[in-house]
């Protein structure tokens, strides 16, 4: 992003010599024509050497599928989405199917050519009794005679394409919800004052799945005091009262309450339970209301001179790196990259190089899921796949200054969500920061050598329902990249009462429900070519004697190299005290000392994996996350560890992690890595009332091992040589320019005033907590 506003009259980075200090430098009249250079004129533009054979569908191409899925030679008997109801056929999105690994890596290797295009697209089927999601795979593009729709089924493990949907009729729900609220206003009266007229809800969006079970459909509903401010802290006002429906069929007439739980008691009728409040010695238990502590504005006592401007990252001159927004490529130091979005899965990177050589060809998020627990039947019963929604669609207008550094480069990002592409603004950053401590430093008598440590970032953030997630990929200047998500926003909570072994009591009536984050990514290696091994460093105690030691053992430690040698032995777990190092290495490939060169994977804040085992709700649905880290031989019909809709038919899924392992060699052979993120939640009162990014953390990094002929960070200018003696100390520098360029204030105050962001997209599977907000 340029900035061109009032000039701030001061410059950056200026040593004012004392007594005491002399300093080796450039001539001054050099150094300020450099730097005068340096501060005008525009960025070169970064040329890609090839086409982002992974990025979207172009204008015209989404108009040409839409309306060849809507042709009567097609036969779906399409609505138009936008007039669309549960009982029509409609298009639910539309985008660039990725291209197989196999097709693209003749192409990166002479840059000519590109592969034959054809768009993924998932129709909703509506209009029979049974409701069902289908993708469909359309081409080839542009859409000519020859071009065909065709199911997809390639990257699906269920054999069935169609996907059953249980709960297609989000309209009938909320008004057969609001009968049953109607029917029960006496007890809710009773308990809390409170009516549907007060703004009572049952959100449909907390029921997450529902249970489908011997050909019933099940579902379990909290009610939810009223939100009454901006915000939307309706995640944090449980009530207590928890009603059990059997919404099996389509035909609203069959539905009917089956059950009520208050206080851990299970009432089969409604009268069963206003029999119990109606005795001399009940109480109610009491509310959540929305109120200030629930909303996320200045409170609090006062920070001393929290209201002075703190120290802000600025950008003096022209950005260090270079993008090509044609062909989303981006260049910085020795990293080179495309950015590609997809509506499942949101950002990925392809074609990752360092020092011109490609590291990884693939990596990317797959999946994010919160597996809750608690005493209640809403917070027992609940996982959210937020694929589901799609992490493309859930983007959202950065704030400058905020999420992301004022001088950022921003870009917009475009999604086709039904039959409309939409724009979000400034949904992507990237931008250089000082990392706040050095790369590398050493002191010794005489002298002080350290060097700053300069990262590039690449970022999005996703607002899921009541969750914002961070993702950040890292890019360091030795080389490695860390993947980081961090989370914010409204935690699901839980009622109070019983809860005391599922969380902390966090306020009057709410407990902090305890939960699994488990976020998934995909990492494709090509380590110095596709033939790659995943190599085992295990550090381990031992009890030694030596030929030196006589008949005396010495406890020590030592390192046992082993190699993870077929996918059945591709599940795996982080050790105990960080004990084991795993790194994708190329066996044919040893450096000039023999080692094998590849990239270690290592967590760099918290990880975790799902502790729940055999979920009864998941089921076959996310083997994934049972794990830490797996590793598989790269398929071209493996491209994800689960798909957008396996919570849909979690007994039978669109995809079964599990059948990617199946013992083969992982020996020398194309492998790929899905590594997990994520925390083990349990909220406290510090949680209110949002989570924050500071806390809620998990990374890893990928990095040299081997690798490098040394350090590479050394190679950068922007270090400093300290010598010092008894009278003064010698700088020496590299011939990194001063920062004389003068900074727009902009970067300091970043005008916020045009700011614009779309609706996110709500919890699994749709809101309807009232019939006109269905």
Not at 234 to 254: A, E, N, Q, V
Not at 471 to 483: N, P
């Amino acid at each position: 992003m340029r900035f061109s506003s009032t000039i701030l009259a001061a410059c950056l980075g200026l040593i004012v010599p004392g007594n005491a200090f002399s300093e080796r430098r450039l001539d001054r009249s050099i150094l300020e024509k450099k730097a005068e250079g340096s501060c005008s004129g525009e960025q070169p533009p970064s040329v890609a050497p090839h086409k982002n054979f992974w990025g979207g569908l172009t204008k015209e191409e989404t108009r040409d599928v839409l309306a060849l899925l809507h042709s009567e030679a097609v036969g779906f008997n399409l609505t138009t989405a936008k007039n669309a109801t549960s009982r029509d056929n409609k298009i639910m999105s539309v985008e660039l199917m990725m291209p197989n690994k196999t097709e693209i890596l003749p192409l990166l290797s002479n840059s000519n050519g590109t592969p034959t295009r054809y768009a993924l697209a998932a129709v909703m089927f509506g209009a029979p009794e049974e409701a069902y999601l289908q993708e469909f795979k359309v081409g080839p593009l542009p859409i000519t005679n020859a071009s065909a729709v065709l199911p997809f089924t390639f990257a699906n493990t269920r054999k069935n394409p169609k996907i059953s949907v249980a709960n297609p009729d989000a309209q009938d729900y909320a008004t057969f919800n609001l009968k049953n609220m109607k029917d029960a206003e006496d007890v809710t009266k009773k308990l809390w004052n409170l009516t549907v007229d007060d703004g009572l809800q049952v959100p449909l969006a907390f029921a997450a799945p529902v249970t489908v079970s011997e050909d019933k459909v099940i579902m379990w509903q909290g009610f939810n005091a009223p939100v009454t401010s901006i915000y939307d802290p309706i995640s944090l006002l449980p009530l207590g009262l928890y009603m059990r429906t059997d919404i099996t069929g389509r035909d609203p007439s069959k539905w009917k309450v089956t059950g009520w739980v208050y206080n851990n008691e299970f009432y089969p009728t409604l009268d069963d339970f206003r029999k119990v409040m109606n005795e001399p010695n009940f109480k109610s238990l009491g509310m959540n209301v929305d109120e200030p502590w629930a909303h996320t504005r200045t409170q609090g006592d006062a920070m001393p001179l929290d209201n002075t401007p703190p120290p802000a990252s600025v950008q003096a001159g022209k950005e260090r790196f270079a993008v090509d927004e044609e062909e989303s490529y981006v260049t910085w130091m020795d990293f080179s990259f495309y950015v590609s979005l997809t509506r499942d899965n949101g950002l990925r990177l392809y074609d990752v190089r360092y020092k011109g050589k490609r590291v990884l060809y693939e990596l990317g998020l797959d999946e994010a899921i919160a597996h809750y627990a608690g005493i209640d039947p809403v917070q027992s019963g609940t996982c959210y796949f937020d694929s589901l929604n799609g992490f493309g669609p859930t983007m959202i207008s950065l704030v400058k200054g905020y999420d992301c550094p004022a001088y950022s480069h921003f870009l917009n990002v475009s999604q086709t969500t039904g039959e409309t592409t939409s724009t979000q603004k400034d949904g992507l950053c990237m931008f250089e920061i000082d990392k706040g401590f050095p790369i590398q430093r050493h002191s010794w008598a005489g002298y002080t050598t350290v060097t700053k440590n300069i990262a590039f970032n690449v970022r999005a953030i996703y607002t899921i329902g009541n969750y914002d997630y961070m993702i950040t990929y890292q890019f360091s200047l030795d080389g490695s990249i860390e993947v980081a998500v961090r989370a914010s926003g409204y935690i699901s909570s839980a009622f109070y009462a019983q809860n005391e072994d599922y969380g902390f009591k966090i306020h009057d009536s709410l407990s902090g429900s305890l939960h699994d984050h488990v976020i998934t990514f995909k990492a494709d290696f090509d380590i110095m070519g596709e033939a790659n091994s995943l190599q085992k460093v295990a550090i381990v105690p031992t009890t030694e004697t030596y030929k030196w030691s006589g008949n005396q053992t010495r406890k020590t430690m030592k390192a046992v190299k082993s190699f993870i040698e077929n996918e059945d032995e591709g599940k795996i777990n982080w050790s105990s005290n960080g004990g084991s190092m795993y790194a994708v290495v190329n066996k044919d490939q040893k450096n000039k000392y023999g080692e094998l060169p590849g990239y270690r994977i290592v967590p760099a804040s918290g990880v975790a994996y799902l502790t729940v085992e055999d979920s009864y709700i998941t089921k076959n649905a996310a083997h994934h996350t049972s794990h830490h880290l797996y590793v598989t031989q790269q398929k071209d019909n493996e491209i994800y560890a689960v798909g957008a809709y396996n919570s849909l038919t979690p007994e039978d899924p669109q995809v079964d992690f599990n059948e990617y392992f199946n013992g083969e060699s992982l020996v020398q052979e194309d492998i790929v890595v899905w590594f997990n993120l994520g925390m083990h939640h349990m909220p406290h009162t510090g949680d209110l009332p949002n989570t924050v990014f500071s806390t809620a953390h998990s990374a890893m990094t990928i990095e040299p091992f081997n690798y490098l002929q040394g350090d590479p960070s050394q190679a950068s200018t922007q270090q400093v040589l300290i010598k010092t003696t008894d009278s003064q100390a010698e700088i020496t520098r590299y011939g990194a320019q001063e920062a004389t360029c003068p900074v727009d204030i902009s970067q300091l105050n970043p005008d916020l005033s045009q700011y614009s962001n779309s609706i996110s997209v709500l919890k699994y599977p749709f809101d309807g907590s009232k019939p006109d907000r269905a």
